[in-house]
């Protein structure tokens, strides 16, 4: 079956970095888009970032252009999202989540609601 494990959570200084990895396995990888969003604790999940199936197109939310970057290795089944500038506000449970609809080459999954698999999930934990 699909599994989607997250590493790399932690906790670090406002301004430090973490990179986050996301393993896939039981799915032909390079066919779908991935993404990553995060929870914070009381509110609702959010989108942070996504990639196509062929790693060619990006997509991120506001808040985190310029900070983060989403990636992926189609030979290791591995995504990442390398997250610069660390604030206190990036404080959340980090979710992987695999889109496995056929989509565009190009197309990037930015809605909780295409996404089919998730992870279970790596805190993430900035301090001020």
């Known amino acids: 079956q699909v599994q989607l494990v997250e590493s790399g959570g932690g906790l670090v200084q406002a301004g430090g970095s973490l990179r986050l990895s996301c393993a896939a396995s039981?799915?032909?990888?390079?066919?779908?888009?991935m993404g990553w969003f995060r929870q914070a604790s009381g509110k609702e999940r959010e989108f942070v970032a996504a990639v196509s199936r062929s790693g060619v197109r990006t997509n991120y939310t506001d808040s985190v252009k310029g900070r983060f970057t989403i990636s992926r290795d189609n030979a290791k089944n591995t995504m990442y999202l390398q997250m610069n500038s660390l604030k206190p506000e990036d404080t959340a449970v980090y979710y992987c989540?695999?889109?496995?609809?056929?989509?565009?080459?190009?197309?990037?999954?930015?809605?909780?609601?295409?996404?089919?698999?998730w992870g279970q999930g790596t805190q993430v934990t900035v301090s001020s």
């Open positions: 989540a695999l889109d496995v609809s056929y989509r565009d080459y190009y197309y990037t999954p930015s809605f909780s609601r295409e996404y089919d698999y």
């Open positions: 039981g799915v032909t990888f390079n066919r779908y888009g």
